[in-house]
């Protein structure tokens, strides 16, 4: 199949979206219990119906493999040409990879189809290639199925279409550099699902480690050969880079390996099928495992797959997590992939003003009666694609979270009451303790720091000690990565407005490497840091100065006094609010 002319260009905005008020339960915080109902703009409507998804699902499979844009052919010998792509290996089942997909795509005006393979990596999230999603229409023509064996199994599993779809910029089909992508589902999905390997994981990637990838791609490498009906898996030693860049370079008689950018895994092909184990076309976008993180990405290979000599290739996700986590962990009140603001006056009105990237929209009114909260946060605490808001009530001093019940289609209150309502600053940044759900952190008035490890259903476990009395009268405050190592950070600004940064390790009982100073003279009256504001994939903050004015600290990804670029100013007037969140 042949690529379209030029990559389409997704603008999504709210007007797809389905309002549902949030329902008054009986943990409601009781400061609000008479207050009207307030939502953000609501969780999305599936792009399609189940009956049209599971018919791509079927067409996408039918004899098609991803887009292919092979090698330039004088690059390339005859026998053997680079081309995107379970030779050998064994049949399995779904429930022993529960977070595998499959990525089907189908355009009933040409009758075009591809079909692609995915890992789940949130309960909306799909981590696959670039090549399996650069330059075509995902939302309009694509569905996901999770939880099925079967190729052609248009009846079990679980259909999902596609949202928003974000294939790297740096995406080159002709090197295949950066070949890395993810699409956001238009519904959350119940199937487990992996996590991406950290920049610092190298252990995972030592020569001789053995991995396992996964499809149900092509099973010879034949012309005409037909996709797996049945989800297979082979064991692949990883290989050295240098091992394998020589190799590739002699079967294809030019330098297509990126070193730190790709990893070869498995044995040298024998000329056959028989002998040879690899991935192969259909099998593209699929994750290569260790350790239960995904360390690869089905990228290339050589034509056929069983060229003697040669190796599959994956991107080395580790080199590119920095860039996809945010992808995968992004969530805002207008669902556009930019982190919006809400604002109270002080006579408790609550207003919502979502980001345009260096702008504000104007302000739309959300509801009155919001006076009695003392503070509040967004965070998606259950991964579902939709921000929470956690607030402390002011009348009992307590926790709650407002969250999109996806039973009942509406959205609800539930109290937090694994998290003390008495600490003297609170923060969401993300994923403290590695496992991939939101943690929170609080700091006590003795300077003492606790941080409490997520669930993923809005509670959190038992508090861990991590800072004995040394963080006195400090703001902390921080949603995502700010440093570019796919890890989310913390701020904080101590009293004399110095503010540093602790960048995250992902480690429990010490959460964050040595501190940074970033900048000084941080003494603003508000700080908002609801991640990435911009949507370029960096953490920003918002900060209100004492006449009013509020600023954009667009992100940098460096650690360093340059950690934000320069300001841009969002606009005056904003001290007629008392609360920013």
Not at 247 to 259: H, K, N
Not at 519 to 525: E, H, I, K, L, V
Request: hydrophobic share 35%.
């Amino acid at each position: 199949m042949v690529l379209p002319a030029a990559a389409l260009t997704l603008a999504l905005s709210c007007a797809g979206v389905l309002a549902a008020q949030p329902a008054l339960a009986a943990d409601t915080p009781p400061g609000l219990s008479g207050a009207p109902a307030a939502a953000p703009s609501g969780a999305p409507e599936p792009t399609a119906s189940d009956t049209e998804l599971r018919h791509r699902v079927v067409e996408a499979a039918k004899d098609r493999t991803a887009p292919e844009k092979p090698a330039d052919s004088a690059k390339s010998t005859e026998s053997a040409k680079k081309t995107p792509f379970i030779i050998g290996g064994s049949t399995t089942g779904i429930s022993s990879a529960p977070w595998m997909v499959q990525l089907a795509y189908y355009d009933s005006a040409t009758d075009e189809g591809y079909f692609c393979g995915g890992t789940l990596v949130a309960p909306n999230k799909v981590l696959t290639a670039a090549h399996c999603v650069a330059g075509l229409d995902w939302v309009n023509n694509g569905a996901v199925l999770a939880g099925a064996t079967g190729l052609y199994d248009d009846t079990t599993g679980t259909v999902a279409g596609v949202w928003r779809q974000w294939n790297h910029t740096n995406y080159n089909a002709d090197t295949v550099k950066s070949d890395v992508a993810v699409l956001t589902l238009d519904r959350p999905l119940e199937q487990q699902w992996l996590r991406l390997a950290a920049s610092n994981d190298s252990a995972l990637y030592k020569a001789g480690t053995s991995a396992t990838v996964y499809g149900w791609g092509v099973t010879s490498g034949a012309d005409g050969a037909d996709l797996s009906s049945t989800l297979r898996k082979a064991s692949l030693p990883l290989v050295a880079d240098s091992t394998c860049n020589s190799a590739m370079q002699s079967v294809l008689g030019a330098d297509y390996f990126v070193e730190g950018s790709m990893i070869c895994a498995g044995t040298p092909a024998t000329g056959a099928d028989e002998g040879t184990q690899s991935a192969c076309n259909g099998d593209s976008g699929g994750p290569l495992v260790v350790g239960n993180k995904v360390v690869g990405i089905v990228s290339w290979g050589v034509e056929g797959c069983t060229a003697q000599g040669a190796y599959p290739v994956f991107t080395k996700v580790s080199s590119y997590t920095w860039a996809a986590q945010p992808r995968i962990d992004d969530t805002d009140e207008s669902l556009d992939g930019r982190a919006d603001l809400l604002a109270r006056t002080p006579s408790g009105g609550l207003f919502e003003q979502d980001s345009l990237g260096t702008s504000l929209a104007r302000r739309a009114y959300l509801s009155t009666g919001w006076d009695s909260i003392s503070w509040g946060m967004q965070a998606d605490l259950d991964r579902d694609f939709l921000q929470d808001w956690i607030i402390r009530d002011k009348t009992d001093g307590k926790l709650y979270r407002q969250y999109f019940d996806h039973a009942s289609e509406s959205w609800t209150w539930m109290q937090i009451s694994s998290v003390w309502g008495g600490y003297k600053s609170y923060a969401i940044p993300g994923d403290m303790t590695g496992d991939a759900r939101p943690d929170l952190v609080a700091v006590d008035a003795d300077g003492s720091v606790y941080l409490y490890p997520g669930k993923g259903t809005g509670q959190f476990y038992g508090k861990v000690k991590v800072v004995d009395k040394s963080w006195k009268n400090v703001k902390i405050f921080g949603h995502g990565d700010l440093s570019g190592d796919g890890k989310a950070d913390l701020l904080v600004r101590n009293s004399s407005g110095v503010l540093y940064l602790y960048r995250g390790t992902q480690v429990e009982k010490t959460p964050w490497s040595t501190r940074i100073q970033a900048r000084t003279g941080w003494n603003f009256t508000s700080y908002v840091a609801n991640g990435d504001v911009t949507g370029d994939g960096i953490a920003d903050i918002m900060a209100r100065d004492s006449g009013g004015t509020l600023w954009l600290y667009p992100g940098t990804n460096k650690a360093s006094s340059s950690l934000f670029g320069n300001r841009v100013s969002l606009g005056t007037g904003f001290n007629q609010y008392n609360l920013l969140f």
